[in-house]
């Protein structure tokens, strides 16, 4: 069976290599989110031999503050999944961060965008289908003290995206 997964921000760093270690296994069907699809298709030049003869790499545009590029994206898997007789993503990768300016830009990316993305994409999700978010040692408040790097916009972002995770968990827990 066919394992669908949509990693975002995918173009670069840990997403990058998440979509080429996951490509390279067999049965998967990888969506490779990017800002720019050719930053995306550049990426995946670097390790395209190395994907599994019977696993895919799919670029698609995505840019998590932009709606209309969300809508675009989740049109573009839904039809793409179609096309090949599957109807669900098994899972969702909210990998696309930044560490930005200040605390809007954290935020609209980190948090707003993330949120707008696993909404837009949620229904897709298979039954028993994952969301993970990518969190960061930077946002735990048990574990940050007067060593902790201060990065207060970030490591903020982050610590919302974990009561995210905990409060969606509990949704799906209560429908069962
Ligand atoms: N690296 C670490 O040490 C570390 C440690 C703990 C947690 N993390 C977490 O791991 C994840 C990946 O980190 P990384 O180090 O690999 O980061 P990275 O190399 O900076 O990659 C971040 C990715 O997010 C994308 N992105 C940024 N803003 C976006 C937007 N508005 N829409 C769509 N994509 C967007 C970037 O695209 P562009 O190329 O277009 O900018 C890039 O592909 C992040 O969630 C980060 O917080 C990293």
Redesign the pocket.
Known sequence: MVRTIFV????????MHTVHQLGATPDIIVFM????IA?AEEALAKFAAEIHSSSTVVPVQ????DVASIKAAHAFVTDFLQKKGISSLDVLVN????VGKGFEDTFA?NVF?TVAVTEAFRPLLSKGGSILN????LDSLSLTNKDTPLVPAYASS?SALNMLTVQWSLEEEKKG
């Open positions: 975002t921000g995918a173009n670069q760093g840990l997403g989110g990017s800002r720019k930053s995505l840019d998590l503050t990998n696309a961060a930044i990316t965008g990518i969190s960061s040692g982050k």
